[in-house]
């Protein structure tokens, strides 16, 4: 089964994420849950870490795990990345929809004390 921790900030757009394990619908290398939750969440994470003025944190140290930590972002992209957000969430709602016994998708927010 595929984890994917999505943690929001205080203003309900992307923190953080983790990505672990493999979904184990089909074999390896041949698994569309697998394949369509990496290529989600790897691209993300590739389109954030590409921006300017970014400070982003994370990698895809071993198979089947991937981390991405926003620490740093311009205010005024508050927009853009809450509809990155929605998008990756509804991508991710859509697969665990299909494949109930592939992934798990777990939702956190940042609470800043207030």
């Known amino acids: 089964m595929i984890a994917v921790v999505v943690v929001l900030d205080d203003r309900g757009a992307l923190n953080r994420m983790n990505l672990s394990g493999h979904a184990g619908y089909w074999r390896r290398g041949g698994d569309p849950a697998c394949a369509a939750t990496t290529l989600l969440v790897r691209s993300v994470a590739r389109l954030v870490a590409s921006l300017d003025g970014w400070t982003?944190?994370?990698?895809?140290?071993?198979?089947?795990?991937?981390?991405?930590?926003?620490?740093?972002?311009?205010?005024?992209?508050?927009?853009?990345?809450?509809?990155?957000?929605?998008?990756?969430?509804?991508?991710?709602?859509?697969?665990?929809?299909?494949?109930?016994?592939?992934?798990?998708?777990?939702?956190?927010?940042?609470?800043?004390?207030?």
């Open 56 to 114: 982003i944190n994370g990698g895809a140290e071993n198979p089947g795990a991937l981390s991405v930590e926003i620490e740093k972002r311009p205010m005024d992209s508050d927009v853009w990345l809450r509809g990155v957000t929605d998008t990756l969430l509804q991508g991710l709602a859509d697969i665990a929809r299909e494949y109930p016994d592939s992934i798990k998708l777990k939702l956190e927010r940042i609470d800043d004390g207030s």
